[in-house]
């Protein structure tokens, strides 16, 4: 099953005003260019300050670049929609709804709950919260949240699935396991995803491609594609080589910015 | 999947659990027999008091301090027949526990009270009288106070809707609409602060009736605070609340009403509460001043023929009527905000 767009990002730029001087600019990202095929899962990692999250903000439609455009298989993107599900690191539920009215506000936002109710306890069942269905968000771990989170995305069945940072705020095993999860939603549903992390390790053992990025200005640097075999093994030789030549690129890059300086 | 099962062990408690635990926090544990000094408290006390009321009265009419005698031995007959029903019935045993000690600190009180005014004489006498002398003006003048209590509570109301419904549409839209905010910040930060007492003066030449211009300042006093949490709580939506909402499709609408009116619920509640409390100054200010009729007026009315007795008879009234008022909306505040439980409180 292929529910996933591909995601054309062309030449984009986008500049900020600075916090403490309206006329200089802070360029976010400078001659951004992407291409990501339909049902296909990219990472972007980079130091902080990169531009990752501006870029996944534009593809949600939740800025707009000052030049270059973005599309989403035929469409260009001009706002907001809810073909392209966006999951942060707070997992940012509604505390004042239930686990299952969480999960159904998508549905009601568009006004197809009547017709897609039945979706509903499938999506419970799919992140396994049934018996959850009437707690309220500060109920729930961690782990539990960002859950509920995915499932609120996924239950407009979203042709991209923007993720920024979605596990960095779960501990370790709580991590891998949500990993696992994203992956089998992924698997399942053939959704585009488009995952922003700090975290090499879950970039590689996730991705069929890590884009790495560099800040000041924001760019790409380059982009590696990951051929391992799935399930992923994260102490094979391969995996650890990545893993090494990965981050000679992020030391490589950070020496750069301090030369620039 | 097996990560699910194991991460569901994670003691988590889910609502009933957690509602279960939390009444057993607040309430004491209950225990299966009461201790006597819990039961006997109030029968006991009760008990001092009546000799307390017996010394006090010997040196007043007996008409005027009868049913104090009267109300202290139902007092005392109920306490009894309660403790005896609780051996028998859990729940009330455990209400005991919780209210008998403040009981009986009450009717300490009351003796307190007597002892000072009637029993010692330490206050000057027409102004200050004692329980008796209370409990008999409430008796007797019962009809023209219920009659009070009736119209400040038409009044009040009329005046709280009036203002919480002005106020909430004012408040979302002054919170969401940049242009909105532009203009009528101003206005309400220069306008909302004046007391709305201080409008008596014009109200009474505008408005066609007093009771039309009570209603109207009371509506006043509850739309500043009101407005004021109202636009401040939607501004302050947690931008990434809107975010979410936005790349689930939503509309305008839905981001007004769904996510962030629910998000400005803390705020506007307070706003509520601060609302509730000027609009109570405000009734009375308004009754004193222009009604003839209502709790406020009662007050002044009495003072104007030296019954003091029925001053602080209806000010019993307003304590218990006001309570009462606040009570309710701590209910719905408890019912909306249901969410919020365990997470704030005040």
């Known amino acids: 099953m292929t529910e996933g767009a591909s995601l054309r990002i062309a030449s984009v730029n986008k500049d900020f005003a600075k916090a403490n001087d309206v006329e200089a600019r802070t360029i976010a990202l400078h001659d951004v260019s992407l291409s990501i095929a339909a049902g296909e899962l990219v990472s972007l990692i980079g130091p902080s300050g990169c531009g990752k999250s501006t870029l996944l903000r534009l593809t949600a439609g939740l800025d707009t670049p000052n030049s270059g455009e973005l599309w989403i298989g035929p469409e260009m993107i001009t706002g907001p929609n809810a073909e392209r599900g966006l999951v942060f690191q707070d997992p940012n539920l509604f505390p004042w709804l239930t686990v299952r009215r969480n999960i159904e506000s998508g549905l009601v936002a568009r006004g197809k709950l009547q017709e897609k109710r039945h979706e509903v306890d499938e999506f419970m069942r799919l992140v396994g919260l049934e018996t959850f269905e009437n707690a309220y968000p500060h109920h729930l771990s961690g782990g539990m949240a960002q859950r509920v989170a995915l499932a609120r995305a996924l239950i407009n069945h979203p042709k991209v699935l923007l993720l920024d940072e979605p596990l960095g705020a779960l501990d370790a095993f709580t991590r891998m396991r949500m990993q696992d999860e994203v992956l089998r939603l992924w698997q399942a549903r053939g959704t585009t995803m488009l995952l922003v992390t700090h975290d090499i390790d879950e970039a590689i053992y996730m991705s069929d491609r890590i884009v790495i990025m560099t800040p000041r200005p924001g760019r790409i640097e380059r982009t590696i594609p990951i051929t391992l075999e799935r399930p992923r093994q994260r102490n094979s030789p391969e995996f650890l080589q990545l893993r090494g030549e990965i981050l000679e690129m992020l030391h490589f890059a950070g020496e750069a910015r301090s030369a620039e300086v | ?346």
């Open chain 2, 1 to 346: 999947m097996n990560t699910t099962v194991q991460e569901l062990k994670e003691p988590v408690p889910t609502p009933a659990a957690n509602t279960k635990m939390r009444s057993v926090n607040i309430v004491v544990p209950v225990t299966t027999r009461l201790p006597a000094k819990i039961w006997l408290a109030v029968p006991l006390v009760t008990a001092i008091a009546f000799v307390i009321h017996l010394w006090a009265a010997k040196n007043q009419p007996a008409v005027e301090t009868n049913s104090y005698s009267v109300f202290l031995e139902i007092v005392f007959g109920i306490s009894l027949l309660i403790a005896g029903v609780q051996l028998f019935c859990p729940p009330v045993r455990r209400w005991m526990q919780h209210m008998c000690p403040i009981m009986a600190a009450a009717i300490l009180l009351l003796s307190l009270w007597e002892a000072i005014t009637s029993g010692l004489r330490w206050l000057p006498m027409p102004y200050f009288p004692g329980p008796p002398g209370v409990l008999q003006s409430l008796i007797t003048d019962r009809a023209r106070l219920f009659d009070s209590t009736w119209h400040s509570l038409f009044l009040l109301l009329s005046g709280y809707a009036l203002g919480v419904a002005v106020a909430l549409v004012t408040g979302v839209c002054i919170g969401w609409f940049a242009p909105a905010r532009y203009w009528g910040m101003p206005l309400l930060k220069v306008v909302g602060p004046i007391p709305a007492t201080a409008w008596v003066p014009l109200a009474m030449v505008v408005s066609p009736s007093a009771m039309f211009s009570a209603v109207g300042l009371i509506a006043l006093a509850v739309w500043f605070p009101v407005t004021m949490l109202t636009a401040s709580g939607i501004s302050n939506t947690k931008a990434s609340y809107l975010d979410v909402a936005r790349t689930l499709g939503a509309s305008p609408a839905y981001l007004i009403f769904r996510v962030a009116i629910p998000a400005a619920m803390p705020n506007i509640f307070i706003g509520l509460f601060m609302g509730l409390g000027a609009s109570f100054l405000t009734l009375v200010v308004a009754e004193t001043v222009g009604v003839n009729s209502g709790l406020g007026w009662y007050v002044s009315w009495a003072q104007g023929w030296a019954e003091y007795g029925k001053v602080y008879a209806a000010l019993v009234i307003m304590a218990a009527f006001f309570s009462t008022i606040m009570t309710v909306l701590f209910k719905v505040r408890d019912r909306v905000l249901v969410w919020q439980k365990g997470v704030i409180k005040w």
